[in-house]
C-alpha cells in the first residue's frame, strides 16, 4: 500500500475511533442526567414526520454548517502553518458589523452590492487579523496571546459600534439594537430551488441560505491553493520546520503576514451566510462563538479542506438536534459535551495514529537498508 | 547566592520599590488635577483588590504549568469548571465546600490537560482550546440536568444559567485601629490631602473588610515563590521547564512532575473561580468574562515570574475596580498615560543631548525619532481627549487590561523570557 | 600482586550477551565487554556502530532484549537512570543535558538535592561541589548560569554532576567530539585523575589516536556487536581503523588541483553585531562605522571576514563551534544582516534575499539537517522541492510540478544511492546518512555554481561518507566552488585547498593543508597560537 493512502486511512480510522468512545462517554452523561441514550440518538436522527419537517431540518443543519465550514478554513490556514490564529472570532464579529453597516448604505444591482460586501467583510477580516502578524513579525509578540486579547477588544468594539455609531431604525416591538437593514439587492438569493427541482416543499424561514456556494467554491480554492501551488508549499515548509523554510528562501516574515492575512480573510466571511442569507442586518442577538467552534472543526479535519466539510456537517448535524432533545427530554447542552469530547479524542486519535504511520515507515525504510534494488516511483 | 546574584536581586527590589513610589505620587497628582478622588479611594482599592485575586489565582495557575513546560491555555476552562462546582457545593453545604469542590473540580480539568499533552503529546495550544469548549459544554449540562424547574436546587432559586446562593460566606477582617473601630486611614482618607490621603486610601482599601480567603489567595503568591524556587521539588519542577532530557536523565521522573505542575495549574485556576463565585454570591454562567486568559497575560506580563505576576494582576484589577467605581474617573487615565508619555519623552531627550558620541553616529537611526515623534503624538491624543471626553463608553473601559497587555507586550516581548522547553512536546527517551 | 587477589577482584562491569532489536534492525547484538575497575576502558567503533544504543542500556534509558549487565559482580536490571545512578554508574552525554537558565549548582544537584528542613540546602551543595571540584581538578563557578560557560567548562559540570551522584563508574559518550585538542588534553588529565582517585571510566569514541593516549582496555564494536577486545599496548592505530570499519579505509584526499583562476564568491570585511544588525547612519561609511563599534566595545560575531573562492576551489574554515561559522553561513546565505560586501560571480548580492541568492546558484548544506535542511514530516520529493520551489523542475508557474518533483527524486535517489522504500515516504523515516545524501542530491541539483557544505558528514556512517566525499570532488573537478566548514580536522586538511582558521569572529590564519597537522591547527583554533601566515 502506497505510504500516503496508509496514512490517510489510518487518520480516517483514528477519527472514527475517537468519534465512538465520544459517544460512549456522552452516553454516560445521559443516563447520569437520568434520561435514556436510546432516546437522544434517536433524536438526533428524527428528523421529523412530514417531509416539510425533514427538509426544515435539512436547511437548518446545512445552514449551521456553512458557517463552521469557513470559520474551520480560516483557522486552518493558520494552523497549517502552526500560526495558532486564535481570534477568528473577533475577525469575523468586527467584519460582520462593518460588512452589514457597509451594505445598508447604499443600494446597487444585487451582484454588485454582494460582491462589495464581502469584499468590505474580508478586508476588514483581513485587516484585524494583520495586526497581531505584524505584532509578531516587528516585535516578536505570540500570536496566540495578542489575537486572544485582541478577541475581547473586537467583541467590545462590535458591540459599542451596534449601540453607538452604526444603530439603525429600531423596529415597533424589537428587542435588540442592530445595524440598519439592507437593502434586498444585499440579499444573497436562496438555493430552495434545489428542493423544488427534487420535489420537496421549500423549507420555511431564510430556507437554504445561498452562501453556500460561495462556501464550496472557498473550500475548493482554498484546497488548490494550499495543496497544488508554490504559496502552498511554502506555508506546508513553514509550518514543518520554519528554520528549514527560511534556509531554503522563504521569507517567514512574508509568510506570517499573507497566512494571517488569508485567515483574517475567510474570517471575515464566516457572518456573511447569516447577514447575507437572514438578518439583513448585525443585530446584538448575532450568533457568538463560531470563531471558537471553527478552531474545534479544523482540528477535527485535520486542517484540510474535505476533512473540515465533514467535520463541519457532523457539528451542523449535532447542533440541529437542539429541539428533537428537549422533545426527549434530554438536555440539549449534550451536544457541547460531545463536540468537547470529539475534539480533544479526534487530537488525541491523530497523535496515535501519526505514531503508529511512522512506525511502520521506519520499519519498512530500515527494511530498505538491507537491500540496494531500485526502487518504484508511487505516482 | 553569591554577591553578584544578591546584589542584582537586592538592586531591582529598590527598583521596584522606587517605580512603586512614583506611581502612587503620579496618581495622586492625577487625582488633584482631575479631581477624582476614586482613582486613590480605600473603596476603588478595595474592589481593585477583590479583582485582583481571580486574575492573580488565574495567573498562577499558568505560572505552574508553564515553569513545568505545559502551556495552558485552558486556563478559561477550568475556572469555568471551578465557578460551577464552587456554586454547586456552596449552596448546599457552604463556603468551605464551594472552595474545595471548586478546587477539585479545576484539578480535575488540569489532569485533562496533563493526560493529553504529557501523555498523549498533543500539542498545547490545541488541548487548551479543547478544555476552553468542554469547561462551559459540562457546565451547562450539568445545570441543565441539576437547576432546571422543578428540582431541589430550583426551588431554591436556581435557574439554567445560575445556582442558587450560597449558604455562607466566608469572614471578613480589618486590620484593628487603623481601618477599623477609629478607623484612622478613612478620616485621613476623607481629608483629600495630597499624596497622604493617598496613600492612607490605599492602605485603607487592602485592609478594611477583607474577606479571609483573599489573604489566603494573596499568600499564595509568596507560598508559589518558596515551593517554586527554594525547594528542591522546585527545582526539578522548572528543569521540566528548561530540559526536561537532563532532568529526565538525573533520574527525575519528568511526566510525573508535569502532571503534579499541571493539576495544580488547574486547581489554581479553579481557586480564581470559586472567588468569581464569592464575589457574587453565586454561580452566574458566564462569569468569568475571559479571565483565565488575562490571568494568562498577568502572568507573561509578568515575565513568567510570582512577583510580576502579582503586578499584572494588581494593574488588571485594579482598571476593572475603578471602572467599576466611578466610570468618570476612569477618563482620567488618559490624562495619566499622557504624563506617562511626556516622562518617557522628557527623558529620551535627555539622554540624546547628554550623549557623548560622535554626532554622526548618536544620530544612529530614523526609528528613534519616529518612535519619539509617536509618543508625543500619543501624549497630545490622551490630553486632548482627556480634556474633551466626559466619560468612556463602557465598551472601551472592558478593553482596557487587553489593551494593555497588548502594549505591554508590545513594548517588552523581546526581554521577556519564557521557560527554554515551554510548549515543547517531550517524549521519554526521545532527544529533541 | 599475586594471582589470588588478581581473581578476588571483580570486574567493575560485565556485560553478557546484550541484543536489543529496534523495528526493522538489531542495534545491538550479543555483545560482550569486560571492564576491570580503575581503569580507562574505550569502546571504539564507528558512527551508528551501535555504540549510543549500547551505553543507554547500560544507564538505564533503554531495556535490553537479551543478555545480563553485571556490576562489580552483582547482576543488575535499569528501567530507569535512576536505577543505574543507584549503582554507581554515571553518563556525560555526547550532547550536553543542562538546562542554560540554571546556574552550575542547580544543574549539578538536580535529581539529588540536599535539603535541609523543607528547602533546599545551597550551602551544603555549594560547599559539596567546591570540595568535588578541588579533589578532582574540575574548576567551575558553581553559582554562575549554564549559558555563560564555553564548551569545555560545560563538560566539567557534567562530570561533576556525576560524581556528585557518587558514581565509581564514568561512561563518556564521545566527549572528545566537540573539544579541540588543547581541551582534549586537559580532559585527558581529568581523567587520569579520576582513576588515580580509583574510578573506572567508560570511553566511547571513534578517534582513535585519542583512544590509544588514555585507554588502558580497548573492545571495537562493528554492527552491533563486540569484534575484538585489545590491548593499546600491542596495536596501532591503522590496525584499530580496520578492525572498526571491518575493510580498507576511506580517506578524504582530494588529488590534484582544479582550482582556477576565475573568482566565484568573494567576500570582504563581513561584520556582524551581537545585539542585531543597525542600518549604517547616513553620511557614515561602513568602515567608520565598524571601527566605531570596535572602539565602543561591542561584541561582533563576525569581524572583518574576507576571503574569495575561486571555481574548482574547496575552501575549508576551521574552528572551535561558535566562533562565528554560523554565523558567515546565514551572512552568505541572506538569513541574517550584516555588513560588508558579498559578491557572486561578480554580483553583488549583498542586499539580495535568501531566494534570489539561491536562484544565482547558491547550494548550501545545512550544518544541522534536521533543523535546518529538512521536513522531517513531509515527503521525499517534497524535501526535494525544498529551497527550489522557484526553479524547473519543481515549478510550473504558481503551480509546484509534482511529477517532474518526484521524478528528479526518482534521479536523486538512484545517484546518490539514497536507500528508501519510494520518493513518498517521510524523510523521518530514513537513516541520518540517507537524509544526508538525499539533501546533498538535492544541493548538487540545479547546477550551483556555489556551494557551502557545512559539516558534510555529521552523523553518517562510513559509506555514506565516502559517498558524499566523492561527490563533492567530482564536483570541484567540474568547477564547483564550495565552502566547506567541518569540526572533522582530518575531513578539512583532506577535502580542502586552502585552509582559514576562525577564532572569535575574525579569520586569523591561512594555511596550506598539505602541511598542517591537526595539532598546528587546534593552536589555532583556540588561540594558543596566533600571527597569520601566508601560503
Known sequence: ?379 | ?432 | MNADTVAAVQPAVQLEGITKRFPGVVANHDIRITVEPGTVHAIVGENGAGKSTLMKILYGMQKPDEGTIRVNGAEVSFRTPSDAIATGIGMVHQHFMLADNFTVLENIVLGAEPRKGLTLDVGGARARVNELAERHGLRVDPDRLVEDLGVGDRQRVEILKVLYRGARILILDEPTAVLVPQEVDELFDNLRELKAGGLTVIFISHKLDEVLDIADAITVIRRGTTVASVDPGDVTARRLAELMVGSELPTPETRESTVTDAVMLQVSALTMEAEGYRPVPKGASVELYVDSLRAEGRRLLLDGVSFEIHQGEILGIAGVEGNGQSELIEAIMGMRLAHGDISLGGADIASWSTLRRREAGIGYIPEDRHRQGLLLEASLWENRVLGHQTRPPARRGIWVNRRAAKADTQRIVQDYDVRTPGVDTLALALSGGNQQKLIVGREMSGEPKFLIAAHPTRGVDVGAQAAIWDHLRDARAAGLAVLLISADLDELIGLSDTLHVIYRGRLVARLDPSDVTPERLGGYMTGAITGTEET
Open chain 2, 1 to 432: 547566592m553569591t554577591t553578584v546574584v544578591g546584589s542584582k536581586r537586592t538592586r531591582n527590589y529598590h527598583l521596584a520599590l522606587i517605580g512603586v513610589a512614583v506611581l502612587i505620587l503620579l496618581m495622586s497628582l492625577v487625582r488633584i488635577v482631575s479631581g477624582q478622588d476614586d482613582i486613590t479611594s480605600s473603596g476603588t482599592f478595595s474592589a481593585a483588590l477583590l479583582l485582583s485575586v481571580p486574575i492573580g489565582l488565574a495567573g498562577l495557575g499558568g505560572l505552574w504549568a508553564e515553569r513545568a513546560g505545559v502551556v495552558n491555555i485552558g486556563l478559561e476552562g477550568m475556572m469555568v469548571l471551578g465557578t460551577w462546582f464552587a456554586g454547586w457545593a456552596g449552596y448546599q453545604w457552604g463556603a468551605t465546600a464551594a472552595l474545595v469542590a471548586g478546587l477539585i473540580a479545576g484539578a480535575l480539568g488540569g489532569l485533562i490537560h496533563a493526560i493529553a499533552t504529557v501523555t498523549f503529546g498533543v500539542d498545547h495550544i490545541i488541548s487548551g482550546v479543547a478544555i476552553n469548549l468542554l469547561g462551559p459544554g459540562v457546565t451547562r449540562f450539568l445545570s441543565e440536568v441539576l437547576y432546571k424547574e422543578g428540582t431541589a436546587a430550583g426551588e431554591a432559586g436556581a435557574g439554567i444559567t445560575t445556582s442558587p446562593a450560597l449558604s455562607s460566606q466566608p469572614p471578613q477582617v480589618s486590620l484593628p485601629l487603623f481601618s477599623s473601630g477609629p478607623d484612622w486611614l478613612g478620616s485621613l482618607e476623607s481629608t483629600h490631602w495630597f499624596l497622604l490621603s493617598d496613600l492612607a486610601g490605599i492602605l485603607r482599601g487592602v485592609t478594611h473588610n477583607v474577606n479571609v480567603l483573599v489573604i489566603l489567595a494573596v499568600l499564595m503568591l509568596p507560598l508559589t515563590f518558596f515551593v517554586l524556587w527554594r525547594t528542591a521539588f522546585g527545582l526539578r519542577l522548572r528543569s521540566a521547564g528548561e530540559n526536561p532530557w537532563a532532568a529526565e536523565s538525573l533520574g527525575v521522573n519528568v511526566y510525573l512532575i508535569k502532571y503534579v505542575a499541571v493539576v495544580i495549574s488547574g486547581a489554581f485556576a479553579g481557586l480564581g473561580g470559586v472567588f468569581l463565585v464569592f464575589v457574587t454570591t453565586k454561580y452566574v454562567e458566564g462569569q468569568t468574562g475571559g479571565r483565565g486568559f488575562i490571568g494568562l497575560a498577568a502572568m507573561i506580563f509578568g515575565n513568567w515570574r510570582p512577583g510580576g505576576l502579582a503586578g499584572g494582576a494588581a494593574l488588571f484589577g485594579y482598571a476593572d475596580g475603578l471602572q467599576l467605581r466611578s466610570a468618570g474617573a476612569v477618563t482620567s487615565f488618559l490624562l495619566f498615560g499622557g504624563v506617562l508619555l511626556v516622562i518617557y519623552l522628557g527623558l529620551k531627550v535627555r539622554g540624546m543631548l547628554s550623549s557623548d558620541r560622535p554626532a554622526a553616529l548618536a544620530a544612529r537611526t530614523a526609528r528613534e525619532y519616529t518612535l519619539m515623534a509617536a509618543a508625543a503624538a500619543g501624549a497630545v491624543v490622551l490630553i486632548w481627549l482627556w480634556m474633551t471626553v466626559d466619560r468612556l463608553p463602557n465598551e472601551f473601559v472592558f478593553i482596557t487590561p487587553h489593551v494593555l497587555t497588548l502594549l505591554v507586550l508590545l513594548v517588552a516581548s523581546q526581554r521577556l523570557r519564557m521557560p527554554k522547553a515551554d510548549g515543547v512536546r517531550y517524549r521519554r527517551g526521545e532527544q529533541h
Open chain 1, 1 to 379: 500500500m502506497p505510504a500516503g493512502l496508509f496514512r490517510a486511512l489510518l487518520t480516517v480510522a483514528g477519527a472514527v475511533a475517537a468519534i465512538v468512545v465520544a459517544i460512549v462517554i456522552s452516553s454516560v452523561a445521559i443516563i447520569a442526567a437520568g434520561a435514556s441514550p436510546e432516546a437522544a440518538f434517536a433524536a438526533f436522527f428524527d428528523f421529523g414526520e412530514t417531509e416539510r419537517s425533514v427538509v426544515n431540518g435539512i436547511a437548518t443543519m446545512l445552514n449551521r454548517a456553512v458557517p463552521l465550514f469557513i470559520a474551520g478554513l480560516a483557522v486552518a490556514v493558520g494552523f497549517r502553518m502552526n500560526l495558532f490564529n486564535i481570534g477568528v472570532e473577533g475577525q469575523y464579529r468586527i467584519a460582520a458589523i462593518c460588512a452589514a453597516y457597509v451594505g445598508s448604505t447604499f443600494t446597487a444591482p444585487a451582484p454588485i452590492q454582494i460582491a462589495v460586501i464581502i469584499v468590505v467583510a474580508a478586508a476588514v477580516g483581513g485587516f484585524y487579523a494583520l495586526i497581531p502578524a505584524v505584532m509578531k513579525v516587528t516585535r516578536g509578540v505570540n500570536e496566540v496571546i495578542s489575537t486572544i486579547m485582541l478577541n475581547y477588544i473586537a467583541i467590545n468594539l462590535a458591540a459599542f459600534l451596534v449601540r453607538g455609531p452604526f444603530t439603525g431604525q429600531r423596529a415597533e416591538g424589537q428587542l435588540t439594537t442592530s445595524t440598519p437593514v439592507m437593502p434586498e439587492s444585499a440579499w444573497f438569493p436562496d438555493l430552495n430551488w434545489i428542493f423544488e427541482v427534487l420535489g420537496l416543499p421549500a423549507p420555511r424561514g431564510g430556507g437554504l441560505w445561498g452562501f453556500l456556494t460561495v462556501a464550496i467554491l472557498l473550500g475548493v480554492g482554498l484546497w488548490v491553493l494550499l495543496e497544488r501551488t508554490r504559496f502552498g508549499f511554502e506555508v506546508k515548509a513553514s509550518g514543518l520546520n520554519p528554520s528549514a523554510a527560511l534556509a531554503s528562501g522563504v521569507n517567514p516574515k512574508k509568510m506570517i503576514i499573507s497566512a494571517m492575512v488569508l485567515s483574517g480573510a475567510i474570517a471575515g466571511l464566516i457572518g456573511l451566510p447569516e447577514i447575507l442569507g437572514d438578518k439583513h442586518s448585525f443585530g446584538s442577538n448575532f450568533t457568538p462563538g463560531l470563531g471558537f467552534l471553527g478552531i474545534a472543526v479544523a482540528l477535527l479535519g485535520r486542517n484540510k479542506p474535505v476533512g473540515i466539510a465533514v467535520a463541519a456537517l457532523l457539528f451542523g448535524f449535532l447542533d440541529r438536534a437542539q429541539g428533537p432533545l428537549q422533545f426527549a427530554n434530554v438536555p440539549p447542552s449534550v451536544i457541547m459535551i460531545m463536540q468537547g469530547t470529539i475534539v480533544l479524542l479526534v487530537v488525541i486519535a491523530n497523535e496515535i495514529t501519526s505514531r503508529i504511520a511512522l512506525r511502520r515507515e521506519e520499519r519498512r525504510a530500515a527494511q530498505q537498508l538491507g537491500r540496494n534494488t531500485p526502487v518504484e516511483v508511487a505516482a
